[in-house]
């Protein structure tokens, strides 16, 4: 039986990129086109249909980036991070740190060292055994 088109491509790309790889790789990527190409295009159809119109590469074009404002997420900048963490470190004071040498603990509510239970003593401790 002779493998689809799309399938010897996908094999061909991994063989100019990558000299070795496991026979499932080819099947995982062909899926993964294939789910990939049918949301693009369905989101291509969606956007024509609002315009009355045949699916053009505007349409798969802002499909594309739909897509990948949902699928990709990008965080905030290393210059918004540093801002906001001067804006923090201004509202909060660190406290001051001892100069004697020795182990730093943290104030003794916040202290998991200390014991957390109690004894109680009974006036009647009798024992059967």
């Known amino acids: 039986m002779e493998e689809p088109r799309e399938y010897q491509s996908i094999k061909r790309i991994l063989n100019s990129m990558v000299p070795k790889y496991t026979e499932d790789v080819p099947q995982v990527l062909h899926e993964f086109f294939d789910r990939y190409a049918t949301e693009i295009i369905s989101g291509a159809k969606i956007h024509a249909e609002r315009r009355n119109d045949i ?35 201004k509202e909060k004071k660190l406290p001051n740190v001892s100069d004697k040498p020795a182990l730093l603990l943290p104030q003794e509510e916040f202290c998991f060292l200390a014991s957390n239970y109690q004894i109680l003593k009974r006036d009647n401790m009798d024992i059967d055994i």
């Not at 349409?59 to 897509?67: A, C, F, M, V």
């Open 55 to 89: 699916i053009s590469n505007e349409d798969i074009e802002l499909s594309i980036n739909t897509r990948c404002q949902f699928s990709f997420s990008t965080g905030p900048t290393l210059e918004e991070l540093k801002q906001q963490a001067q804006t923090i470190n």
